[in-house]
């Protein structure tokens, strides 16, 4: 636990306590009254309200639209399902930056429903709720779906055998079993919709703000550190609740059931109801999540001249984009690949070894451990991006101008990706074959080679995909600490959709275009590597 723990300690704790100290301190006296200033701000009400409601609606509409899909992919086998898992997991990997231009294509200015009908929904809060089902929509069907498809069908056979109904027999047995996975989905979606930046950023305009949001324009914008602290708190408290409670779901769904292989309780759909169910889902995909990623590459490609890769080649150019980049922007390609295999191999060895660590204890120090490695999912990344500036300056630590300060910042994302992926894994390995190992004079660092690595492996490779996909997309922090002269594909994109003209407008689209191609290639490689249904995510 030494090394992770220091880890978080330097280069999470260490950012987020120095923006949070330099906000409410004057003259080395803490300044606690500035809390009560700030949430009493009618305007800064506003922003705690919306983001909540917004949250609650998203969780919501999410959960209404997936659970179908979630029991379509558990019980249901057909034709191409593998790859419609891959395909619907791929927006849940894409940076929000790209989901909100992705839907900006769909709804914005411009945008396909605007071409058709003359209708925009863009700075709606609608765009904002479905750009939020299509990021989660995998969350659920993964997270609900893969329980669903273990639990054993003959418990709700039974039941109904004994006189139930079908709706009372999955009321009383089904549901029952399922209510953990489904806590622990919706606790993980509202987590993500109430830290929402790229999407609301982008579809919200002026008129919708999240903390998050509000935490970098009070940050970036206005230089208002004791604001921006205070928010950071309020943000913290409630990203640590809901983690808690998550904790405590996930420990109920391990604890309290019985489960059976996927392969027994997958099957064709029989009936005109289940094929209308099957119809149904598939539709909703198209729609939700094929339609908008579809959309995104159409406008990458309408040229004012006609279809074409004008835009495509316009990113070879460090001109084409006014004085938005010191270099062409297609360069952003390689940085954030090159940032992305160091942050993955970070998250790799960090996070493999929390995940030991949490596998070989217990109590509530190590579940204390496991619930701060999951924080960085939630924390304003903004607050760690700056907080990075502001700590990271000064010997033996001054890394401001270094690169590996972006794939720093990434792999603290990654890393609870890594421990997700892995932890059940590695708590599924018989402790009787290290002791074995050890009795017949195997070291621990042998042990582990011989005994875990193989059984593991699989896991890794997974565990390695996500944490590289995530870093791939990582914008919050990023955005800070991204030098002009080296930047990422996301903050490239947000840079090129804050300036007016058809060019730039393209061009974020193109690039966009080519990190949604990314993220689905290595979802694709994913599923080929997967061949059991081990992890979180």
Same mark, same amino acid.
Request: with cysteine; aromatic share 10%; glycine share 8%.
């Given at each position: ?16 306590? !120095? ?82 231009? !992705? ?8 945008? &396909? %429903? ?30 609900? +779906? ?10 709700? $056979? ?37 830290? /929402?930046?790229?999407? *609301? ?5 002026? /008129?919708?703000?999240? #903390?998050? *949001? ?29 983690? !808690? ?7 109920? $769904?391990?604890? !309290? ?19 209308? #169910?099957?119809?149904? *889902? ?5 729609? #939700?999540?094929?339609?908008?990623? +579809?959309?995104?590459? $159409? ?8 279809? +074409? %890769? ?18 062409? =922007? ?17 998250? %790799? ?66 890393? =609870? ?15 009787? @074959? ?21 059984? *593991?492996?699989?896991?890794? &490779? ?9 870093? @791939? ?16 594909? =996301? ?5 090129? &959709?804050?300036? /007016?003209? $058809? ?35």
């Amino acid at each position: 636990m030494a090394v992770p723990v220091a880890f978080f300690a330097l280069f999470f704790a260490y950012p987020v306590a !120095a923006i949070v100290g330099r906000g409410l301190k004057a003259d080395g006296v803490w300044q606690f009254g500035r809390i009560g200033e700030v949430l009493s701000r009618p305007d800064l009400q506003d922003v705690l309200w919306f983001t909540t409601w917004q949250a609650l609606a998203s969780t919501a509409l999410t959960l209404l639209i997936a659970l179908p899909g979630a029991y379509v992919f558990a019980r249901f086998d057909f034709p191409g399902k593998q790859l419609l898992r891959a395909v619907v997991t791929v927006p849940f990997v894409l940076p929000t930056v790209v989901v909100g231009t !992705a839907f900006l294509a769909l709804l914005g200015r411009g945008g &396909l %429903l605007d071409d058709l009908w003359g209708v925009r929904l863009d700075t709606t809060v609608w765009a904002i709720l479905l750009a939020h089902v299509f990021f989660n929509y995998a969350l659920v069907v993964r997270t609900v +779906g893969g329980l669903w498809a273990q639990l054993d069908p003959r418990q709700e $056979e039974a039941a109904r055998v004994l006189g139930a109904g079908r709706l009372a027999a999955w009321r009383r047995v089904t549901l029952p079993a399922l209510a953990p996975a489904v806590a622990a989905a919706a606790l993980m979606v509202f987590l993500f919709t109430f830290t /929402s930046f790229g999407v *609301v950023q982008i579809l919200g305009g002026p /008129s919708y703000s999240t #903390l998050e *949001v509000e935490i970098y324009r009070q940050t970036a914008q206005l230089l208002d550190l004791p604001t921006a602290a205070v928010l950071t708190l309020v943000q913290f408290a409630a990203v640590g609740a809901i983690l !808690a409670v998550h904790a405590w779901t996930v420990r109920r $769904e391990e604890t !309290a059931l019985r489960l059976v292989d996927p392969s027994q309780t997958s099957r064709r759909p029989r009936g005109a109801g289940q094929r209308a #169910l099957l119809g149904g *889902v598939l539709l909703i995909v198209a729609l #939700l999540v094929v339609l908008p990623l +579809g959309v995104l590459v $159409e406008r990458s490609l309408d040229t004012s001249g006609g279809y +074409g %890769l004008g835009f495509y080649r316009a990113l070879q150019s460090a001109d084409a984009g006014g004085s938005t980049f010191l270099v062409p =922007p297609l360069e952003a390609i390689w940085n954030s690949l090159r940032y992305a295999l160091a942050a993955t191999a970070i998250a %790799l060895v960090i996070g493999g070894l929390a995940a030991a660590a949490l596998t070989r204890r217990a109590g509530r120090l190590v579940r204390g451990f496991d619930a701060l490695l999951m924080l960085p999912l939630g924390v304003s990344a903004v607050t760690v991006g700056f907080g990075f500036l502001i700590t990271l300056d000064k010997p033996p630590l001054d890394l401001r101008t270094s690169w590996i300060l972006v794939p720093l910042a990434q792999a603290l994302v990654g890393v =609870p990706f890594v421990v997700r992926t892995m932890l059940p894994v590695l708590r599924a390995v018989d402790e009787r @074959l290290r002791e074995a190992a050890a009795v017949l004079g195997a070291s621990p660092l042998r042990a582990w080679r011989e005994v875990d690595l193989p059984l *593991v492996r699989r896991a890794l &490779l997974v565990a390695a995909g996500f944490a590289f996909a995530v870093s @791939l997309g990582e914008f919050g922090a990023t955005v800070f600490i991204a030098r002009p002269d080296n930047p990422t594909l =996301p903050v490239a994109v947000a840079r090129l &959709l804050g300036r /007016s003209g $058809e060019l730039n407008y393209g061009q974020a689209m193109a690039l966009s275009t080519i990190l949604m191609l990314v993220c689905a290639v290595s979802l694709l490689l994913l599923e080929r590597i997967r061949t059991d249904r081990s992890g979180e995510f």
